[in-house]
């Protein structure tokens, strides 16, 4: 005798439909989560591989006009976020000609609260993954539960303890308990998957936030704490040719 699922849910009983949908919301929220979380870590991760190359060429041309342009570009790169922010900072500052150790210690700071901010972002929706994850089969155990209850009901209705009488207790109190381990599972799975994706961004974040800090540190010398491309732009801004227009 084969019993569908429909069938086996509209025999369970209103306490136990209810945990049903309790569950069913739980899946519902992990799976939106799950998807929205996949294709943003993938926007992020395809763009910085486009963004990352491009910045340190023009790193390494002192051209950092266009780097802040190029940062500015990548909206939804976490990389060309971070140091979008500490450009934006210092950009005012190579402008007017006056870069020195103190405003690159400001542009490290700026990269320090950038990445903080972009690390908050990119752990949004986790808590919901651990909080599904770990209460799910906790929720289809209290189904599990009551189904030991009525199963216990229907022998003392019955006065026997044969199968028919504690079946449709039995049934329910399993189908709980593998809906909770069903909706628990892959949000345990997603949560430690994407922790260990975002853990990987963070060192993108470092890293690439620590060569741009390098090649400016390695930038400052001369006199009065001036950097070398400072210098350059005043010259080429002196001669209209600088990478920087005004």
Same mark, same amino acid.
């Given at each position: 005798?084969?019993?569908?699922?429909?069938?086996?849910?509209?025999?369970?009983?209103? $306490?136990?439909?209810?945990?049903?949908? @309790?569950?069913?919301?739980?899946?519902?929220?992990?799976?939106?989560?799950?998807?929205?979380?996949?294709?943003?870590?993938?926007?992020?991760?395809?763009?910085?591989?486009?963004?990352?190359?491009?910045?340190?060429?023009?790193?390494?041309?002192?051209?950092?006009?266009?780097?802040?342009?190029?940062?500015?570009?990548?909206?939804?790169?976490?990389?060309?976020?971070?140091?979008?922010?500490?450009?934006?900072?210092?950009?005012?500052?190579?402008?007017?000609?006056?870069?020195?150790?103190?405003?690159?210690?400001?542009?490290?700071?700026?990269?320090?609260?950038?990445?903080?901010?972009?690390?908050?972002?990119?752990?949004?929706?986790?808590? @919901?993954?651990?909080?599904?994850?770990?209460?799910?089969?906790?929720?289809?155990?209290?189904?599990?539960?009551?189904?030991?209850?009525?199963?216990?009901?229907?022998?003392?209705?019955?006065?026997?303890?044969?199968?028919?009488?504690?079946?449709?207790?039995?049934?329910?109190?399993?189908?709980?308990?593998?809906?909770?381990?069903?909706?628990?599972?892959?949000?345990?799975?997603?949560?430690?998957?994407?922790?260990?994706?975002?853990?990987?961004?963070?060192?993108?974040?470092?890293?690439?936030?620590?060569?741009?800090?390098?090649?400016?540190?390695?930038?400052?010398?001369?006199?009065?704490?001036?950097?070398? $491309?400072?210098?350059?732009?005043?010259?080429?801004?002196?001669?209209?040719?600088?990478?920087?227009?005004?």
């Amino acid at each position: 005798m084969n019993i569908s699922l429909i069938d086996l849910f509209n025999s369970m009983g209103w $306490f136990a439909k209810g945990i049903a949908a @309790v569950l069913l919301i739980m899946s519902i929220f992990s799976l939106t989560i799950m998807i929205q979380k996949w294709w943003t870590l993938r926007q992020a991760q395809a763009q910085t591989r486009k963004f990352a190359p491009e910045f340190s060429q023009f790193l390494e041309e002192d051209n950092l006009g266009e780097a802040v342009k190029l940062a500015e570009g990548y909206k939804r790169s976490h990389v060309a976020r971070v140091l979008g922010g500490a450009l934006g900072e210092i950009k005012p500052l190579i402008q007017d000609g006056s870069v020195t150790v103190a405003d690159i210690n400001s542009a490290e700071r700026a990269v320090e609260r950038e990445m903080l901010m972009e690390i908050v972002l990119l752990k949004r929706g986790l808590g @919901v993954l651990a909080t599904v994850g770990a209460t799910a089969p906790f929720v289809g155990l209290l189904g599990t539960t009551m189904g030991i209850v009525n199963a216990f009901q229907g022998m003392a209705v019955s006065g026997s303890g044969g199968i028919g009488a504690i079946s449709a207790g039995v049934a329910e109190a399993l189908v709980t308990t593998a809906f909770g381990l069903l909706v628990a599972i892959p949000a345990v799975w997603a949560y430690n998957y994407f922790a260990t994706k975002i853990d990987n961004l963070t060192a993108e974040m470092t890293y690439s936030s620590k060569e741009m800090i390098d090649y400016l540190i390695k930038g400052v010398s001369g006199e009065f704490g001036r950097s070398r $491309f400072t210098r350059e732009f005043n010259t080429a801004a002196s001669s209209g040719t600088g990478p920087i227009t005004q």
